[in-house]
Nanobody, 116 residues
Framework: QVQLVESGGGLVQPGGSLRLSCAASGRTNTMGWYRQAPGKQRELVTTITSGGSTNYADSVKGRFTISRDNAKNTVYLQMNSLKPEDTAVYYC?????????????WGKGTLVTVSV
């Protein structure tokens, strides 16, 4: 079992920045961030492998940056130039390899609100 604890959400004005953190209780493989806006399905924001390869949704490319500190089992999401449409609950995800495949773990989510 891997537990994920997110932090860093809050209220920010359009054009502002926030940094989310997600600390895992153990070693993980690929980690990432997903988000779910009110009335919408959860969607992928970005992922990063243990080797540092990244993937971004088109809607956040050039504005969001994911990074990780493997020694601390922590992943970060730097969000710049935030827009009202970025408002959502952001969930941390971690994938852990198992002998039969992999297991996915989720954090409880942190709310990001972009508004004047």
């Amino acid at each position: 079992q891997v537990q994920l604890v997110e932090s860093g959400g809050g209220l920010v004005q359009p054009g502002g920045s926030l940094r989310l953190s997600c600390a895992a209780s153990g070693r993980t493989n690929t980690m990432g961030w997903y988000r779910q806006a009110p009335g919408k399905q959860r969607e992928l924001v970005t992922t990063i492998t243990s080797g540092g390869s990244t993937n971004y949704a088109d809607s956040v490319k050039g504005r969001f940056t994911i990074s990780r500190d493997n020694a601390k089992n922590t992943v970060y999401l730097q969000m710049n130039s935030l827009k009202p449409e970025d408002t959502a609950v952001y969930y941390c995800n971690a994938r852990v390899a198992t002998w039969s495949g992999h297991m996915d773990y989720w954090g409880k989510g942190t709310l990001v609100t972009v508004s004047v």
